[in-house]
Nanobody
Framework: QVQLVESGGGLAQAGGSQRLSCVVS????????MAWFRQAPGKEREFVAS????????YYVDFVKGRFSISRDAAENTAYLQMNSLKPEDTAVYYC??????????????????WGQGTQVTVSS
């Protein structure tokens, strides 16, 4: 049974940093692409970043480039999202997702098979 469990959210000041973690069980981060999505109140879930099963290919949505960094640790079977220079508009529930092995950029949530429960990130100005 595949499970994804996120942690690391909470309240942050604008300009601050947070690191989100996503512990995977039932499969490995080395066998799957991993991604982070977010969903703000009243908005659709949107792609934030992804990393390939090799860990060598990453993609980001434009509004987080240069501020956020996705990584994964095969030994810990965990994916991470390091968020720097946070802005109030980054406030959302952040979800990690597990998807198919591909070097391509996949932004559609429907392509990801497993999801974590989400972790709230709130950025105050």
């Amino acid at each position: 049974q595949v499970q994804l469990v996120e942690s690391g959210g909470g309240l942050a000041q604008a300009g601050g940093s947070q690191r989100l973690s996503c512990v995977v069980s039932g499969t490995t981060v080395s066998s799957n692409n991993m991604a982070w999505f977010r969903q703000a109140p009243g908005k659709e879930r949107e792609f934030v970043a992804s990393i390939s099963w090799t860990g060598s290919v990453t993609y980001y949505v434009d509004f987080v480039k240069g501020r956020f960094s996705i990584s994964r640790d095969a030994a810990e079977n965990t994916a991470y999202l390091q968020m720097n220079s946070l802005k109030p508009e980054d406030t959302a529930v952040y979800y990690c997702a597990l998807g198919p092995r591909t070097p391509a950029k996949i932004v559609s949530a429907t392509r990801y098979s497993y999801w974590g429960q989400g972790t709230q990130v709130t950025v105050s100005s």
